[in-house]
């Protein structure tokens, strides 16, 4: 149990069109969704945290008009990255976490390449 | 804030030997602590957690780790590695909000 999915695994894109990347929870509701950043072989930095239904709450630095975020259902949240630039080729993976839980479920990730 | 350091950037280790991947932690109650492991290109899967209780938490793949409050330190072990056990390993400890904050990571190569 417990499978959380994205898509898609890997997308490229020109400078300055968006990209949408979804992540689902296939057999649990997640009342809250993790976006994390990976850049290459470094580690993973939070992004943002979304709750079902609400605005998601951006960390320090990242840019909420730039990475838009929904969790409009209780197993998908997107992350849209709009105007993309070649600095935001990065691997992002979304997590999942069930309400009164603390144990979170990742998802594959989704490597983007903007050229 | 809590955080979690791993020294080690990278460790080389013969087939068969044993492993040692440390972990230290900055929290002042009993942290919750994770060990996950990312194969390249790869999401993350979780080895083990600790939350509460016995020290010595089992996971999956043959790995172990202790939880050392006087030493701040939640290593992780294995006795006998194998080739397919070369990854990125990160520790993890609970944020504010839920999220995990992560180690740096400690990339594992395994000699034959």
């Known amino acids: 149990g417990a499978v959380v999915s994205q898509h898609p695994s890997w997308v490229i894109c020109k400078s300055g069109t968006s990209v949408k990347i979804e992540c689902r929870s296939l057999?649990?509701?997640?009342?809250?969704m993790f976006w994390y950043r990976q850049f290459p072989k470094q580690s993973l930095m939070l992004m943002a945290t979304?709750?079902?239904?609400?605005?998601?709450?951006?960390e320090q630095g990242v840019e909420k008009d730039k990475f838009l975020i929904n969790h409009a259902s209780l197993t998908l949240s997107t992350l849209t990255v709009t105007s993309a630039h070649p600095e935001d080729s990065s691997f992002y993976i979304c997590?999942?976490?069930?309400?009164?839980?603390?144990?979170?479920?990742f998802g594959p990730g989704t490597r983007l390449t903007v050229t | 804030a809590q955080s979690v350091t791993q020294p080690d950037i990278h460790i080389t280790v013969s087939e068969g030997a044993s492993l040692e991947l440390r972990c230290n932690y900055s929290?002042?109650?009993?942290?919750?602590l994770f060990w996950y492991v990312q194969s390249p290109g790869q999401g993350l899967q979780l080895l083990l957690k600790?939350?509460?209780?016995?020290?010595l938490v089992q996971g999956i793949k043959g790995f172990e780790a202790e939880f050392k409050r006087s030493q701040s330190s939640f290593n992780l072990r294995k006795p006998s590695v194998h080739w397919s056990d070369a990854a990125e390993y990160f520790c993890a400890t609970g944020g504010s909000q839920g999220n995990l904050i992560f180690g740096k990571g400690t990339k594992l190569s395994v000699k034959p």
């Open positions: 929290y002042g109650a009993t942290p919750y």
């Open positions: 979304s709750n079902e239904g609400s605005k998601a709450t951006y």
């Open positions: 057999d649990f509701q997640a009342t809250t």
């Open positions: 600790y939350f509460s209780g016995d020290t």
């Open positions: 997590s999942a976490r069930a309400q009164s839980s603390y144990e979170q479920y």
